[in-house]
């Protein structure tokens, strides 16, 4: 079967993100006022052939805290669902 | 009201994506088989202060569309919610 996985890495709560401190900053100047805690991350999409679900999410897991994160500044989250064949990008 | 917006940014179909690829080249090497169509994107998390939902979507969907992506190679994809007081983080 193959799933379709979604990792969001993002910053531990505490690090500083001068990305999402700078579009805050900028947002006022720009007509967007009353908009806070902007935090910038990372996503990552891809496909996992695996023989079930749990299979598919504790390989996609290791991917995304292994691979796509830095854990010692970032967290990730998982979220996976089957793909079906034909569906729309 | 105060509203968490979550928005992906996402490179177009069709769109070359060099992270994406380099990091599926790696995967076999790393001792993960199976990993296909691996695609890189940003994410950004924030709060909007907004008299209801509605003008929450309207102002978060200015933001990601406007300011977040580049919408001449990416998408966005906004999605909201109520941000509860004392919510965790």
Not at 14 to 32: V, Y
Not at 49 to 56: F, K, L, M, Y
């Amino acid at each position: 079967m193959r799933f379709a996985a979604r990792v969001e890495v993002r910053l531990r709560p505490g690090i500083a993100d001068p990305e999402g401190a700078t579009i805050e900053r900028a947002l006022p100047a720009l007509g967007f006022e009353g908009v806070h805690d902007v935090r910038a991350g990372r996503s990552f999409r891809f496909e996992v052939d695996a023989a079930d679900e749990q299979e598919a999410r504790r390989r996609a897991g290791e991917i995304a805290h292994r691979l796509l994160a830095n854990p010692v500044i970032e967290d990730s989250v998982l979220e996976l669902e089957p793909a079906g064949p034909g569906e729309p990008d």
